[in-house]
């Protein structure tokens, strides 16, 4: 907890049983403002903006594309939110949106490189 009471970590299963930073975010979001993380998948996934996985895998330059779509996706949550938390000034969560920004763009670009090819 912080000094005003509330907490400032969330620890939320992603899908594979694996913490994700990435895909956690929100719910570390609504942690901080005093809110309730999501307690189930199904709460979690209408969170989400991204689709589920085919069921079905695709090949892999469709992977690929999938991936980009999905940093590319990340990438553009996080900067929608940075305002709010600047308005806020909610330091620990703008340097946080600006580290998934980096991370996702970046990784964004190096897939689609691949996809050039």
């Known amino acids: 907890m912080n000094s005003s009471g509330l907490i ?3 620890v939320v299963p992603s899908r594979h049983g694996v913490l994700s930073l990435s895909s ?4 570390a979001l609504s942690c901080t403002r005093g809110q309730p993380a999501p307690g189930s998948y199904a709460q979690f996934a209408a969170l989400s903006s991204l689709a589920d996985a085919p069921a079905k895998p695709p090949k892999a330059m469709e992977m690929v594309a999938l991936l980009v779509k999905g940093h590319e996706a990340v990438a553009r949550t996080a ?3 940075f305002p709010v938390a ?5 330091q620990p969560t703008c ?7 980096d991370i996702h763009e970046k990784t964004a670009w190096m897939l689609r490189s ?4």
Do not use: F, G, H, K
């Open 95 to 101: 340097d946080l949106l600006t580290q998934r920004m």
């Open 24 to 27: 956690t975010w929100p719910a």
């Open 114 to 117: 691949l996809l050039d090819e």
């Open 79 to 81: 900067r929608a939110a």
């Open 86 to 90: 600047n308005e806020a000034n909610d």
């Open 8 to 10: 400032t970590r969330c």
